[in-house]
């Protein structure tokens, strides 16, 4: 069985490890090194974002390809494909890192918690559909279609959680990189005393619990649409 399941997860794994790994690399050396006229146009939180980007990008995208070819029949051309075109898709995400970066300032630079909050949703979400696919990936014929979902929505819950603290961190952590302040706290433009502290924290209790609640109701959806093609792929191949 060439295109059997083993083969194929061997080749979206390997896909994705050099996809993310690449793909972060690449991004990171196209990337806007140096700060331009504005007060944070580029620098360090630009190659952060790109490096994030990029193997999120780039895992993501050789993931779908290998997985794309190796249940065609593919595996090993699945991988390669997937591991090039992942780094390539990875790597040009850095191009846009620095108009990320101020466009995400621009919009939560007077309040970090929201972008700690769109942070948190962006992370968990991406958790949740890597989850509720790799959960069924993994799905024996023992085990029901409910317990599947049931299964993926806590795994997805348990995973938002970390994925929505490091969202919602670098979320509000992107919102305040404007200035620096005396005390060694951010700016933030439209706060009243011009530095705010403390907001950290509620990052991370915005993040936890808004990733867990996302990554857990996006990691059900997942694996309910997951299991549902399936399934109606294999009553028609009976059919036929």
């Not at 993501?60 to 090039?84: C, F, K, M, Y």
């Not at 799905?139 to 299964?151: E, Y």
């Not at 060694?184 to 009243?192: E, I």
Request: glycine share 20%; net charge positive; with cysteine.
């Amino acid at each position: 069985m060439r295109g059997g399941p083993a083969p194929v997860r061997w080749a979206v794994l390997l896909a994705a490890l050099v996809g993310g790994t690449a793909g972060s690399l690449l991004a990171t050396a196209v990337a806007p090194a140096t700060y331009g006229t504005t007060p944070i146009d580029a620098g360090g939180p630009a190659v952060a974002v790109a490096f994030l980007l990029g193997a999120i990008v780039g895992a993501g995208v050789a993931a779908l390809l290998a997985a794309a070819l190796g249940l065609r029949g593919s595996p090993r051309a699945g991988a390669v494909a997937g591991a090039l075109v992942g780094l390539g898709v990875g790597g040009s995400v850095g191009l846009f890192a620095e108009t990320i970066v101020s466009d995400w300032i621009a919009a939560y630079g007077g309040d970090p918690l929201a972008g700690a909050l769109i942070g948190a949703v962006i992370a968990g979400g991406l958790l949740g559909v890597a989850v509720g696919a790799a959960v069924c990936s993994l799905r024996t014929p023992a085990l029901r279609i409910k317990q599947l979902v049931r299964f993926a929505g806590l795994a997805g819950s348990v995973g938002g959680m970390f994925a929505g603290l490091a969202g919602g961190s670098i979320g509000g952590a992107l919102a305040q990189a404007t200035t620096v302040c005396p005390n060694g706290y951010f700016g933030v433009p439209l706060h009243s005393t011009g530095c705010s502290a403390g907001l950290f924290e509620g990052s991370w209790f915005v993040g936890l619990w808004i990733g867990a609640l996302v990554g857990a109701m996006v990691a059900l959806a997942t694996a309910e649409v997951l299991t549902l093609v399936a399934t109606r792929g294999r009553s028609f191949r009976n059919d036929v």
